[in-house]
């Protein structure tokens, strides 16, 4: 009897299919599975890439194929060879500095900066550089007010004065009608500070505050007298006409301006006969003696009596504000 074998064959290729189907599904897990389940280890991978033991040598031309390269850098720097095609890199830049050819080729580079910088030629070509550029000048004033706790030494000081505190007769001398001792000024005087004076001037201010001696307040001192006498014949004998004549010019205004306050001095001076006379009679004398030529001797009297006058116009001023005395 012959068995149909097909139905059979067919059964069991049903049965291997369900079997594999039901081995890869996967039910779905619950929330509370879900909530504890932890995260599965990824499978290792698998290379079938041959390991590499060792990085291949370099070939004996590596560096004559990549000079610039890292390692071959350094090597190339020791030889004159490296300098000779990057005489620009940092390995070489201490050594090209050191010599003529690098400051000349790269003359603003930081190395050769400072060598630059000492000679005229860097400052010409830079004029507006920081190590080139001038101090902004200081501007000079004409007129000081002083402050409390101000001395004609530390006003001389001040560079819009004079720059130098040896310098305070100067201011002294110019003020001599507002200032009657050196070492006792007041707040809110206005102090006239004199120009374009000469080398000599300026040189016996310096020597007479070098030797002027102790400071002693309310008294004029004998040494700023005599400072006063000699400036004044030093002047004179200096002047010239014209300067004899803008002197004049100017103590007939100052005396204009005693009379009108009524501060009218008088003086005894040696072209008067040692008599005293009213600085108007000595102003007169000033003016023949400019007419007979004498210039420094007509300089010396019109000096005197523009200091004479202005002296009265400060001494009435002080007389108005000056407040009864009780004994």
Sequence with gaps: M???????RTLLALLAVAV???GCVTA????????TATAAAPAPATSTATA?????AKPDDWC????DSFVCQEEKADSGDWCTRHPDSFVCQEEKADSGDWCTRHPDSFVCHEKTTDSGDWCTRHPDSFVCQPAAPVPSISAYVVQGGDHLWGISSQPKVYGD???WPLLFKRNRADIG???LIYPGQLIQIERDLTDFQIQEAIDHARTR???SLGVTEATDLKYLEATQASSASAATADDAAQMIAQASADLDAAKGVGGVWRLIDSATGGKAVSISKLLQAAKAKLEAGDASEAYRMANRVSEAAQMGVAQVAEQVDAGPVYN
Excluded: F, L, M
């Design 2 to 8: 012959t068995i149909n074998t097909t139905p059979i």
């Design 20 to 22: 594999v189907a039901t």
């Design 28 to 35: 779905k897990p619950t929330e509370t599975e879900a909530g």
């Design 52 to 56: 590499i033991v060792s990085a291949p």
């Design 64 to 67: 004559d194929r990549y000079p």
């Design 165 to 167: 505190p040896y310098q």
């Design 181 to 183: 001792d050196a070492d």
């Design 213 to 215: 001696g102790a400071w």
